[in-house]
Structures are given as structure tokens and as C-alpha cells.
């Protein structure tokens, strides 16, 4: 009994510190929801209900803005545990001259300071209903490239709010985080989605297929554009696409009056846009490769072309030759 005894109190132990652990860490999605303000134009953002599922979003979050973050953190059971609710967010001023603002004000808070960057409560049977006020940080969707310098634009995965069990293991219980953009990446995607309705458009109303391709391969390269930051070069591809007389399947007689003259500007569109592109920021290897897709796209609408006027086929053939000289092919 005395060999035993030590492996017995051993095990009584661990089974009473697994069974304080469970007090807290068997509760999953602390957070039950949240919305978010902007402080600027009282307009609201987004809402989400991490119970039911439901989530709505209304405007994107921008670099440098300022928001109120309204969160509501469920405690399903009562233990001697303290918890630590921070954030990574700037300061809101001149909006607003603290952080946080208690409106479940019987819950308990220790040593609550709205000034501070954190905030800790026990862990009491309840529902703790607070506001984060914070900025984005201004720059963090830019960085310059390391090629040329050109400065960048990505969206960013922005951990705004954390939530950290007790100590001294501090786990991570759960996390608010969120998409921020700027204004640049904002437009692109505006016309990213206006340009993608447009060739859908065309989808539907049997513009020729030829010239729905030639537009699919731009958009294409476009998205791999603002993918790797270039979201002004992205947005001057898309500005090519235009919905002024696209060409249709028809007769040769409004072949010649409308695919023609209007495949013959946009090239020349595409061609300037390449210009600028390969001047910008040189013959990337990619962008060459892409380039070089859309000569043979351009092979088969010359042969299309051909059909109709030696003549026209031929400025396209010199047109098509123009992308060969950007890519040295």
C-alpha cells in the first residue's frame, strides 16, 4: 500500500487539474456574435451571429479607418477562472478616447481599465456585452516590391480581437478577425465585378465567342495582377473591356461593320496596356507567358477574320505581331 499510495495520489492529481481545465476549455465559440460600426459615419459594417450562422455583410473595413466592435461572449458556467480579452487595434482617437465601454455593467470586471489594450473578468455564469473601439492600422495593406520598388496593395487577415483562457497556460479561446482592404483595392473590386457582369452579359446575349474568350483571358490576367499587389495595372487591363458594339455570331455583312473594327481597338487597347505593364515593371516571366496566350488568341480570331477581308486580316496579323515585339517572341 505504500508503493501505491504516491501513483493513487498522483493520479487523484491530475484528475482534479483535467477536471478544473475542463471548466473552461470544453466551451467552444465563446463569442456567440458580433457587429461592427463605422465611428466615422455611424454606418454599420457588418453583423454576425456565430450561433445561428447568420452573417451580413455591408461595406468592406478599410486601412485606417476607425470602428466599433460590439461582441457578446457567452460563459456557460461559473469557475475560479480569469480570462484576458485583448486587441491589436490602434487607439480611436479623436472618435473616442478609450478602448472599451462595458455594457453588461454587473458582470465582473477585474481591475477594469477602458485606457488599456486588455481587459480581464471571471469566469461567471453569464453574458459579457462589450465595445472595442480601435483603428486599422493605416499602411497595412501596402509594401513595396522588392524588384522594382513599386508599391503594392493586398487585402490583409487582420486579428483584431483575442480572447485567452486562464493562466499561466493563457490559451488562445477564440479570435475576432478580419478582412481590411484600401480605397485602390476597393476599386478593383468594383470593377472586377462590373467587368465579370459584363462578360456574362455576353454570355447571354450570343456575342461571339472568340471575342468572349479574348475578354475571359484579360480578366484572368488581370485577377493574377492584383493577386500578386499590381492592382493599377489590374484595373488598366479591365478598363479595356468595353460594352460599346461587342461583336456577335451573325452574318459576314455585320461581321464586317462590327467584329472587326471593334477587335481591332481593343487589341490596340491590349497592346498599350502592355506597353505600360512591360515598362512598369519589366518582362516578368509570367506576364510574358500570359502575353504570349493571348497572341494565340489573337491567331484565331485573324483566321476568322480571313474569311471575310484579306485586308482586315492583315492589320490584325500587324497588330498581332505588335504583342510579339513586347514579349521579344
Not at 32 to 40: A, F, K, M, Q, V
Not at 193 to 204: G, P, T
Request: proline share 5%.
Amino acid at each position: 500500500m505504500t508503493i501505491r499510495l504516491p501513483i493513487v495520489c498522483i493520479a487523484l492529481l491530475l484528475l482534479s487539474t483535467a477536471c478544473i481545465n475542463s471548466t473552461w476549455a470544453s466551451t467552444e465559440g465563446w463569442i456567440t456574435g458580433y457587429r461592427i460600426e463605422d465611428l466615422s459615419t455611424g454606418q454599420l459594417v457588418l453583423e454576425r451571429d456565430l450561433q445561428t450562422g447568420k452573417n451580413a455583410s455591408y461595406v468592406p473595413i478599410f486601412a485606417g479607418s476607425v470602428y466599433n466592435f460590439t461582441l457578446t461572449i457567452g460563459i456557460q458556467l461559473t469557475a475560479p477562472n480569469t480570462f484576458r480579452l485583448s486587441t491589436n487595434l490602434l487607439p480611436a482617437t479623436p472618435y473616442v478616447d478609450r478602448y472599451w465601454e462595458l455594457h453588461s455593467k454587473d458582470y465582473p470586471v477585474v481591475n477594469y481599465n477602458p485606457n488599456s489594450t486588455y481587459i480581464e473578468f471571471n469566469q461567471t455564469k453569464g453574458t459579457l456585452v462589450i465595445s472595442l473601439y480601435g483603428k486599422t492600422p493605416p499602411e497595412i495593406t501596402k509594401q513595396a516590391s522588392n524588384v522594382t520598388g513599386e508599391v503594392m496593395h493586398k487585402p490583409v487577415m487582420y486579428t483584431a480581437i483575442v480572447l485567452n483562457g486562464p493562466p499561466p497556460a493563457n490559451n488562445m479561446l477564440d479570435e475576432i478577425t478580419i478582412e481590411i482592404i484600401d480605397a485602390d483595392i476597393n476599386q478593383y473590386q468594383k470593377l472586377l465585378s462590373e467587368k465579370e457582369s459584363l462578360i456574362e452579359k455576353f454570355r447571354n446575349e450570343s456575342v461571339d465567342k472568340s471575342y468572349v474568350q479574348l475578354c475571359e483571358s484579360i480578366i484572368a490576367l488581370a485577377k493574377n495582377e492584383a493577386e500578386k499587389g499590381y492592382v493599377g495595372s489590374a484595373m488598366d487591363l479591365l478598363k479595356t473591356l468595353s460594352d460599346s458594339n461587342p461583336p456577335r455570331e451573325a452574318s459576314p455583312s455585320i461581321m464586317e461593320t462590327l467584329f472587326i473594327p471593334v477587335t481591332a481597338a481593343f487589341i490596340v487597347a491590349l497592346v498599350a496596356v502592355g506597353v505600360i505593364l512591360l515598362k512598369t515593371r519589366g518582362k516578368i516571366a509570367y506576364m510574358v507567358s500570359v502575353i504570349e496566350d493571348q497572341i494565340k488568341d489573337l491567331e484565331g480570331i485573324g483566321l476568322r477574320a480571313s474569311k471575310i477581308d484579306k485586308t482586315i486580316s492583315s492589320s490584325l496579323e500587324n497588330l498581332k505581331n505588335k504583342l510579339k515585339s513586347l514579349v521579344g517572341a
